[in-house]
């Protein structure tokens, strides 16, 4: 996992230079319409229902996902006085380069888990067929 200075000083970069969202609602937005390029939230929210879905959904749209520790440094690197939940880099701005390597390291994690998936594909593709032969046989029949 990257350093957690370095992906604050990224959003930072990507703040004053590009665009970003900031808090969980927000985030999740950005996810659902494609627009983020790269999301982290912090793992000291309560409740952590807040934050839950956010791993889920980048998976599911391809998006590179980082927790850090403290939502305090998150909302500092967001420019608020205050603590934040999730932030969602929509344009990389000048940390563009930051941003496509931090997507490179976190990605062999993502490409592990697509292949599992596939060899559960085709565990149940053979049950598939078996349940089509005997409809066949079926019509042969009649």
Known sequence: MADEAKILELIEIARETGKIKKGANEATKAIEKGEAK????????SP???????PLLCKEKNVTCIEIKSKEELGAAAGLGVGTA???II???DAKSGVEALA???KPAKEEKKEE???EEKKE???EEKKEEPKEKKEAKE
Do not use: Q, S, T
């Open 86 to 88: 999730a932030v969602a």
């Open 91 to 93: 344009r990389e701005g």
């Open 104 to 106: 490179k390291e976190e």
């Open 38 to 45: 790269l999301v982290v939230y912090a793992g000291d929210v």
């Open 125 to 127: 593709k053979p049950k």
């Open 48 to 54: 952590k229902e807040v934050i839950m879905h956010l």
């Open 117 to 119: 998936a596939p060899k």
